[in-house]
Nanobody, 112 residues
Framework: QERFVESGGGLVQPGGSLLLSCVAS??????MGWYRQAPGKQRELVSR???????RYADFVKGRFTISRDDDKNTISLQMNALETEDTAVYYC????????WGQGTLVTVSS
């Protein structure tokens, strides 16, 4: 069973940046994704990256977030810039589509 450990969240002001990291049991050969769940809302896909590093983004983060992967380190990252209050959520990584158990996630709070 795949395992995911997310880190890098925190409190940031609107317009600020954060770099999220996720260490997985293994990433090589898998499509991977970052997801988020805001308070009172369903979990949603933020971005995904294929095993060949093809990247896709949700419309609400296009141009602001960048996903990357390092299969040698079993790590995927999410660079988040120009953060907005609406980005406040717990962020999770998983396979895409999701097949493993969810990790604990990392909380991102965007507030002035």
């Amino acid at each position: 069973q795949e395992r995911f450990v997310e880190s890098g969240g925190g409190l940031v002001q609107p317009g600020g940046s954060l770099l999220l990291s996720c260490v997985a049991s293994r990433t090589g050969g898998y499509d991977m994704g970052w997801y988020r769940q805001a308070p009172g809302k369903q979990r949603e896909l933020v971005s995904r990256i294929s095993s060949s590093k093809y990247k896709r983004y949700a419309d609400f983060v296009k141009g602001r977030f960048t996903i990357s992967r390092d299969d040698d380190k079993n790590t995927i990252s999410l660079q988040m810039n120009a953060l907005e209050t609406e980005d406040t959520a717990v962020y999770y990584c998983n396979n895409f589509p999701q097949i493993g158990h969810w990790g604990q996630g990392t909380l991102v709070t965007v507030s002035s």
